[in-house]
Structure formats: structure tokens, C-alpha cells
């Protein structure tokens, strides 16, 4: 026996210290971004008063130096701004990685099979034809839970959207992956047609339906934080305890069911999660461009591919990313977020396509 | 060797599987195959391509399941373990496995533990030990703190092997272990393997094309022809060039070392 695995250890993935560096930082990120988006906006209000503000709030004496609608602007505006900004980058960054690995496709995004054109059906119908039946129904259990009927019935259409493209694509009750992708892509352009469908013949909610399908972080309230909030957090805490099956899933059908990989319960346990973060997301800010597309690819390339640390990374940072691009969409002026999301994504995905054509690699 | 036959890591009994294609007619694979492979066994699997080879492994592993007979992996059948439980007895090495970029070589034997962890978060002491243990037997011991995609061929393979020893089975398959390996590795391999079966009393059925070196370091040998088990017994006597010419449907002049080296221990179950 040679003493070579004396030097370190060889299994046990990250050590402790590096995952204690890489999920600091990105902690660090997201607070950093956080506190910019509180502090930053139309009224300064700046970081110190900030910090007091918070304090106060808090519980602790502090004498009040800021003007008396600052607290106001924070806690009612910015803050459920942040937070929905962060939750929802949290989660296309989660899922952004689910279905990188899912498909084994580097070009794979939240939004791959459906779950994005299935959510601007919902909000369109929503916002287009609210008087049909069932829609008045689910209106009557969104004014319930104090939230908007669009933003419901994204989130069920976008489950809807996944579910159809689920059952198309299953033959003798398995479904490939390629398949899988195919499907998503036909249903997502058939539904995308029927939206256009409705803008066309309804003019007059154009504006608000174009604004949300660039998707857009503004009108968040607390209420909606709180029905997203547990559906992108707990159905990412579940992605996360998923770790070795992705890890696994990247070794192909056979390499993987042969490590006791159960394929088809564990792609619905992760289709089924992954969607659910996804529709939470979108039904929160609209069709947010590339985030789940360029975190998990950027993560990747910072930390390796290894989904113990690439799952919590990705959702840090695209918690930190949104945040940020909702600020600086904010500071130029009432740009939608997505616009500025895809203002960064676009040239990524371009380096990221000359990357793998120069050479060609496995996800 | 002890005479008396031990209970079989695996049986096929009376094995026949159909791909089934809507509107197309039915394409039999394997057509009534009755294979048993007795613990600490090695044997090959030789035949043309499309004889049924890598059907028969993945028919041993349950992720395909047959048209009619019975799998017995184990003495249960296959199908009623888990793929856990099918995981932690039998480890199979396909033939193009994908491997992720990015990984390194201690991180994806690692993965070979899957099937025995006992927490969601990390590995023990015990999967440390399984893997240093299966990085020393697949000669990739050295390989260590490299990364996947910067290894050569034959490099890759003899990971993969790893991945598959940590992996703990009493049974490995192996779909064309050499392939990717110089002459040189794939004596090792054969040689390394029939070390583990002596040691861990692991049986091994491995998917081999070259007669000679199968001849060389092989003990028992079933030769497959349209979906039936034509030949099944000690290399030197399966591996006759007349029956390779009628299999394989050539007549080069082999230069089979018949009778040398083979490991020389019984182990042969004729059909």
C-alpha cells in the first residue's frame, strides 16, 4: 500500500474550510447587494441611516436622524422589492442548475420546458379575460390570500405548462431527456403563440402585459413574499438534499441507474421541485430573462461542478445578481429588470456558445 | 477451489428479451439464454456485435427487464430489488459512460459510494477507506487531484474502474473494459481484476473482443451468436479457432496461447 491518501483526504467533497470561504462570500454578496438596494433609490436615504432605521426597527434606542417618511420608504417599498428580487434569483439560480443537470444541456434554463410560456398564459388570461368562469374562481381564492390573480394564475399555469409537456413526452411511460427538451420547446411555442394570440385581440392591457412578461420586481407587497417565499425556499431546500442524484445524473442514464440511481422517481421528484421554484418565481416577477441560464454556468466556472456547493452558490448568487440588476434598472429609470438581465445575459450567452463550439464539452 | 457449486452472484434462466417498436416487427435479442455465475468467478463475454452482449448486462442489472425467463441477481429476482439494493451487489462500467467536466478523479470515484450512503451530507471513514482501496486495485492511485477532463483515454478507464470498485460489488460488469487501453493496460486490467476476485472473492463478467488476450488471462468464457449462448466453458477449450471462425464468421490464423497462463483454476459451469 502506498501512503499517498495520507497527505489529505480524498472523499468528503469540499473541505470544510472551502465551503466555509465560498458560502461566505456569497453570503457577503447577497448582504452587500441587499443593503445597496435598501440604501440606493430615487430618495437617498443613506448607509447609515440605513443601519439606524434597521435599528430601530429592531427594538434598539436609537435617536432618529432621518427624515420621518424614510422609514416608509424602506419597509414598504424597497424592502419587499429586495427581498422579491432576491427570492426570485434564489430560485431561477436553483432551478437554472436542477435542469442544466436534469437535461445535461449547458443551454438549459428554468424556463426549458414550459414552466415560463405555460406562466404567461396564466397572467395574460388573467389580465386579458378575467371574466371567464374558472378564472373568476381562482380570482376569488387569490383576493383570499390578499394576493393578485395574475400572479396565481402564473404560477398554476406555469405548473400546468410543465405537467403538458410532461405527459406529451412520455412514451411507454418514460420520457428521454431529449424528448423531454423537444416537447418543452414546442409547447412553450404553441403556448407563446396563443399568447400573442390574446395581445393582439385585446389592446388594451398591452402595456401592462408586455411590462410583465419582461418581467418586473416593482408591485411586489408583502403578501405575495409570503405565499413565494415558502414554495421557492422550501422547494430549494429539497433541491439541495438532492445533491448526489445531480451529481450522479451527469454520468449519463446507464452510469447512474447503475449507482442506484431510481431515474424516473428522481426526474419527478426534481421536474416537479424544480417547477415549482420556477412558476413561484415567475409568478412573483414576470418572465425574468437569462438568470437561470448564466448563474449556474458562472457559479460553475468559479467553483466546479460539484452540486453540493454549486446548488447553494447558484442560489446566493442569483439572489445577489437580481438584486443588483433591479437596482441598476431602477437607477436608469424604470427599465424592467429583465431588460437588464438580458442586457448582461445576451453577450454571455453569446461568449458562452463561441466557448463551446471552440471546444465541445459535456455540461 | 471447492467443488461443491456455491450459490450463483447471478442466473439467467431461460432468458429472451424483444426490443418492441410500434409498426415495426419485433427485434429478438437474446434468445433463451441460461447462464449462472458462481461468487469469485471470472468470466468473458465474447460474441459478433449485436449478439446480445451488453443486452444480457443490462438484463443483469434490471434496468431493462426481460421478455420471458428469469434474473435472479443474488437468488432474488432482479426486479424485486431496489436500484439501491441492485447498486450495492452489482457494479456495472457501460460502455460510454459520460464523464462531467470539472470533476476530479477522487471526486468521481467517490461517486461510486452512492449506493451506500447512510447520510444526505458527506462520507465516513468507511467510504474514505473504499476508495483509496478501489484507486490502488484500478492502478489510478496516482491519478489523484487531477482532473477528469485532462486525462487521457486509457487513463479515464482505469478511473472509471475505480468508480466502479468503490462501488463494493460482488459482481462487476465490465461493457469492453479495454477499449482505450494500450496492450500493456489491458493485461493489467485482466490481471488486476483476477487479483480482486481471488482477494474479494468479486465475481466479474467482462465484454472482451480480442480472443487471445481473453485466451491469456480469462479462466471461463461464454460466447454469445444471434441472442444464444453457443459456446460456455474454460477459455482454451471455447476459444478453438474453429469455433471463432464459425462465430465470427473469419478464419484469420490465431495465435491463441491456449492453455497458458488462464489462471488455471476451475470455475467452469457449462450451461
Not at chain 1, 393578485?148 to 411507454?172: P, Y
Not at chain 1, 448582461?344 to 458562452?352: C, N, R, S, T, Y
Not at chain 2, 448486462?57 to 439494493?85: I, K, N, Y
Request: net charge neutral.
Amino acid at each position: 500500500m502506498r501512503a499517498t491518501a495520507a497527505v489529505r483526504p480524498l472523499v468528503g467533497g469540499p473541505s470544510p474550510g472551502r465551503a466555509t470561504l465560498v458560502l461566505g462570500a456569497g453570503i457577503s454578496l447577497l448582504l452587500v447587494a441587499v443593503l445597496a438596494g435598501v440604501a440606493v433609490g430615487s430618495v437617498e436615504v443613506g448607509l447609515t441611516e440605513t443601519f439606524g432605521i434597521i435599528a430601530q426597527h429592531l427594538g434598539l434606542p436609537v435617536a432618529p436622524t432621518w427624515d420621518a417618511s424614510a422609514p416608509t420608504i424602506l419597509f414598504e417599498v424597497r424592502l419587499p422589492r429586495v427581498l422579491a428580487g432576491a427570492l426570485v434569483g434564489a430560485g431561477l439560480g436553483c432551478a437554472g442548475v436542477v435542469f442544466q443537470a436534469l437535461l445535461r444541456n449547458p443551454m438549459a434554463d428554468p424556463y426549458v420546458i414550459g414552466a415560463a410560456a405555460g406562466a404567461s398564459l396564466g397572467a395574460v388570461l388573467a389580465i386579458t379575460a378575467p371574466i371567464v368562469l374558472p378564472i373568476l374562481a381562482v380570482g376569488a381564492g387569490s383576493a383570499w390570500l390578499g394576493i393578485g390573480l395574475a400572479q396565481v394564475m402564473a404560477f398554476l399555469g406555469g405548473l400546468a405548462a410543465v405537467t403538458l409537456v410532461l405527459i406529451v413526452a412520455r412514451q411507454d411511460g418514460r420520457a428521454s431527456m431529449v424528448t423531454l427538451l423537444l416537447t418543452g420547446y414546442a409547447v412553450s411555442s404553441l403556448i407563446a403563440a396563443g399568447v400573442a394570440l390574446l395581445l393582439v385581440s385585446s389592446g388594451r392591457a398591452l402595456s401592462s402585459v408586455v411590462g410583465w412578461l419582461l418581467g418586473s420586481l416593482g408591485g411586489t407587497g408583502y403578501p405575495e413574499l409570503a405565499v413565494a417565499a415558502p414554495l421557492v425556499l422550501g422547494g430549494s431546500a429539497l433541491l439541495l438534499l438532492r445533491w448526489r442524484t445531480l451529481n450522479l445524473l451527469l454520468l449519463g442514464d446507464e452510469a447512474a441507474s447503475g449507482l442506484g440511481v431510481d431515474l424516473a422517481a428522481a426526474r419527478r421528484g426534481l421536474v416537479l421541485l424544480a417547477t415549482v421554484v420556477t412558476s413561484a418565481a415567475v409568478a412573483l416577477a414576470g418572465t425574468i430573462g437569462f438568470v437561470g441560464l448564466v448563474v449556474p454556468h458562472l457559479v460553475r466556472l468559479a467553483i466546479g461542478p460539484d452540486h453540493r456547493l454549486l446548488l447553494p452558490v447558484s442560489c446566493l448568487g442569483g439572489a445577489a445578481l437580481l438584486v443588483t440588476a433591479d437596482l441598476v434598472a431602477r437607477l436608469v429609470g424604470g427599465v424592467p429588470v429583465g431588460v437588464v438581465t438580458a442586457l448582461i445575459g445576451a453577450p454571455f450567452f453569446l461568449w458562452l456558445l463561441r466557448r463551446s463550439v471552440a471546444a465541445p464539452t459535456s455540461p | 477451489m471447492s467443488q461443491s457449486a456455491p450459490e450463483p452472484i447471478l442466473a439467467l434462466e431461460d432468458v429472451r428479451f424483444s426490443y418492441r417498436r410500434r409498426g415495426r416487427p419485433e427485434r429478438e435479442v437474446l434468445r433463451g439464454v441460461t447462464v449462472a455465475i458462481a461468487p469469485g468467478e471470472m468470466v468473458a463475454l465474447l460474441g459478433p456485435n449485436g449478439s446480445g452482449k451488453t443486452t444480457m448486462l443490462r438484463l443483469a442489472v434490471g434496468t431493462m427487464a426481460p421478455s420471458s425467463g428469469f434474473v435472479r441477481l443474488d437468488s432474488r429476482p432482479v426486479g424485486e430489488w431496489t436500484r439501491r439494493e441492485v447498486a450495492q451487489r452489482v457494479a456495472i462500467l457501460p460502455q460510454l459512460p459520460s464523464l462531467p467536466d470539472g470533476f476530479r478523479v477522487e471526486e468521481l470515484v467517490e461517486m461510486g459510494r452512492a449506493p451506500h450512503a447512510r447520510s444526505r451530507f458527506g462520507a465516513g471513514p468507511e467510504d474514505e477507506a473504499a476508495v483509496e482501496r478501489a484507486l490502488i486495485d484500478a492502478d489510478a492511485i496516482d491519478l489523484v487531484g487531477r482532473r477528469i477532463d485532462e486525462l487521457s483515454g486509457g487513463e479515464r478507464q482505469r478511473v472509471l474502474v475505480a468508480m466502479a470498485l468503490a462501488q463494493e460489488p460482488r459482481l462487476l460488469l465490465l461493457d469492453e473494459p479495454t477499449q482505450h487501453l494500450d496492450l500493456a493496460h489491458q493485461v493489467a486490467l485482466l490481471a488486476a481484476l483476477d487479483r480482486l476476485r481471488r482477494s474479494r472473492g468479486l465475481a466479474v463478467v467482462a465484454v472482451l473482443h480480442d480472443p487471445a488476450l481473453t485466451a491469456l488471462s480469462v479462466p471461463r468464457v461464454i460466447l454469445l451468436n444471434h441472442g444464444r449462448v453457443v459456446a460456455d466453458g474454460q477459455s482454451g477449450d471455447v476459444l478453438r479457432p474453429p469455433t471463432i471462425a464459425s462465430v465470427f464468421g473469419i478464419s484469420l490464423p490465431i495465435a491463441v496461447a491456449l492453455g497458458g497462463g488462464a489462471g488455471g483454476s476451475g470455475g467452469s459451469v457449462p450451461g
